[in-house]
C-alpha cells in the first residue's frame, strides 16, 4: 500500500485539518457564526437577507486540528432570478469538497425555506444540526427546545446536535468540539495565524457593503 495514501499522512501526529461549509436559509446567523468560531469579524452580518454574496474562508487554528469553514449565500428560495441561481449554485458546490457540513437553523422556527435548503443537504458527507439564537425569550424553555429538534431530526439523518447562540457566544467551543472528528487527520493547509483567504482590500470593500446595507437598506 502506498504510504502517503495511509489513514495518517507522515508528520501529521493525530493533528486534523479539514473544511467545514456553512448553510441554511438567508439569516439564520450563519455568517455571525463563522465570525465567533474563527474570533474575528470576516463576514458580514444584516437583519436583511442575502448580505453575503461571495464564499467567505475563515479559518481557525488551535494545537490539534485547523478548521477551515466556508461561509455561503444563503440559499435564495423564494425569488427565482439569474443572481439567486447563481447564489444557490455556489452554496451547492461549497458543499461539494468538504469533510462535514453546518445546517443551521434557527432555534423555535423551521421554515419552508429551512426545508428547501434540507433537501440539498450531501448524504455521504456528515451534517451536523446547530439550532442558533437560544438566547431568544421563545427558545428557553428546554423541554419545548428538545421537542422542536426532534421534529426537525426526524426529517433528516444528522450526524450530530449543537445548541449555540452565535450572537453571543455560547456553544461554540462544544460545537467546535463536536466538528473535530469529522475532520481528517493532516498537517495544517494554512500559517496558524491566518484567519481567511480573503485580502484585507477584500475584507474592507465588504464592511464598506455592510455598513451601507445597514444605512440604505437593500
Ligand atoms: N438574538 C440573536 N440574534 C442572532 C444570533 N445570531 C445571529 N443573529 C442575528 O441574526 C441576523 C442575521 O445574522 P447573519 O449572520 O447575517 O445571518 P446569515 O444571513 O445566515 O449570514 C443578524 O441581525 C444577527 O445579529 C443569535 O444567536 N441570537
Ligand atoms: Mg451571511
Redesign the pocket.
Known sequence: MNENLSENPPGANGYRCGFVAIV????????????HLIGQKI?????K????RHKVTGIYTDDTAQFVFV?TP?FQTEHRNALNDRLNQNVTEAMGGVDAVVF?IEAMRFTEADRRVMRLLPKHIPVLLVV?????SKAKSPSELAAFIETVRAEFDFAGVET?????G?GIAQLLHALKPFLPEGIPLYPEDMVTDKSSRFLAAEIVREKLFRYLGE
Request: glycine share 8%; hydrophobic share 30%.
Open positions: 441554511g436559509r438567508p439569516n439564520v446567523g450563519k455568517s455571525t457564526l463563522m465570525n463576514s458580514i452580518t444584516s437583519k437577507a442575502q448580505t453575503t461561509d444563503g443551521v442558533n439564537k437560544i438566547d431568544l449555540v447562540s452565535a450572537k453571543h455560547v
